[in-house]
Structure formats: structure tokens, C-alpha cells
């Protein structure tokens, strides 16, 4: 199976709805609110999606300023197509995206909580978390944040 991925955020909204149902990602985003769910896929900056022919199968919708800081806030790939990479390249053409230095910063949901220590991105944890413990508990940050912030393990501060 080959997957394309592409970049830009001028997608059919139903191809994108549907999408999120059959991640399961849908079940935590207001899909059913079309003029909401239209603005937050408007809005994003950066929309990386993955496609196995027409089918579209995974998506990663950021909002970055392709200099310091890339917040992943979406990310979802269809059941039917999971555990392939896909998520995991999904990551990377976000990383590339944003910009080389720049830091992602995601807040994973119950059910991929294990996936992303797998993918080498830092979980914050509560130290030094100024916007509330659990927020930070789900916090994870790019490997490049840790490098550049020796003077913690895990990264930076989050500005509420
Ligand atoms: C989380 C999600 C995007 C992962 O996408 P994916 O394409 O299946 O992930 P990949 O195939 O790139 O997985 C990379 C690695 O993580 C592992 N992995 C995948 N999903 C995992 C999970 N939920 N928990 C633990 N490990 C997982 C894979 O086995 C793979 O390991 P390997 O490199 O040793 O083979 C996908 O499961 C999904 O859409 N889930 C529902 C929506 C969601 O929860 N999104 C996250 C919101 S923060």
C-alpha cells in the first residue's frame, strides 16, 4: 500500500468529518458543530494529511509560527489503517513543516498516551507547568525542546 501525503488545509469538510469518525478522534472533537469544525480546520495553519489513493486516511491539523513553537493539535489516523507509520510520518512532516527548530507541542489523549514516549516526544510532567496539573500531564514536546533546555529534563515552561 503506498500513502501520499499532502499539505494544506482545502479539504471537503465531510471527507475530514468522516475521517475523524473513523479514527475515533471524532468522538472528542465537535464534528457535529459543522461551522465550528469548518473553522478549526480553516484556521489551522498547517494541515498535513495522508491519503491511500482517494481514501483520506490520517491527518495531523497544527497551528504554528514556523519559527519556535508548533501546537499539534489534531492528530488521527483511520482504524483501518493504524500501526503502519503513518501517525508516526505524520509527526515528522509536521516537525519538518513548522520549521526545523521549531518545538511541537501536543496533548495526547487517554488512548495514545503510551504512543508518544514511544516516539521519543518528552512528556512534561507537572514541574515547571504553570497552567494547571492536568494539562501538563498530558503535555509532550518534541525532542529538540529537551536539547535546547538543559537546565530541565523535560522542557520548557507552557505559557497559559
Ligand atoms: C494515535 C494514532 C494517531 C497513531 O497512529 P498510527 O498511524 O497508528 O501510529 P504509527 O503506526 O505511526 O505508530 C508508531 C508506533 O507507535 C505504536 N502505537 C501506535 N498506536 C499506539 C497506541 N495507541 N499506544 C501505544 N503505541 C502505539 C505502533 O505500534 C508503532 O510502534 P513501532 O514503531 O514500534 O512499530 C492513532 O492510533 C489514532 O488516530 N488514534 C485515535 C485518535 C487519537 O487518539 N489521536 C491522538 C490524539 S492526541
Not at 9 to 26: H, K, P
Not at 44 to 53: E, S
Not at 77 to 99: A, P
Amino acid at each position: 500500500m503506498t500513502i501520499q501525503y499532502r499539505t494544506g488545509n482545502d479539504l471537503d469538510l465531510d471527507q475530514v468529518i468522516e475521517l475523524y469518525r473513523a479514527s475515533t478522534l471524532g468522538e472528542r472533537r465537535p464534528i457535529h458543530d459543522r461551522p465550528r469544525f469548518s473553522a478549526m480546520l480553516r484556521n489551522a495553519n498547517l494541515v498535513i494529511t495522508a491519503w491511500d489513493q482517494n481514501l483520506l486516511v490520517g491527518i495531523s491539523r497544527s497551528l504554528t509560527d514556523f519559527s519556535h513553537f508548533t501546537y499539534l493539535a489534531d492528530l488521527a489516523v483511520r482504524v483501518s489503517h493504524q500501526k503502519r507509520g503513518i501517525g508516526k510520518e505524520l509527526i515528522r512532516l509536521t516537525q519538518l513543516g513548522g520549521g526545523p527548530n521549531t518545538t511541537i507541542l501536543l496533548l495526547a489523549a487517554p488512548a495514545a498516551e503510551e504512543y508518544y514516549p514511544g516516539l521519543d516526544l518528552a512528556r512534561h510532567g507537572r514541574r515547571g507547568c504553570s497552567t494547571g496539573a492536568s494539562l501538563c500531564d498530558n503535555a509532550y514536546f518534541s525532542p529538540w525542546a529537551v536539547r535546547t533546555t538543559p537546565s530541565t529534563k523535560v522542557g520548557p515552561s507552557v505559557s497559559p
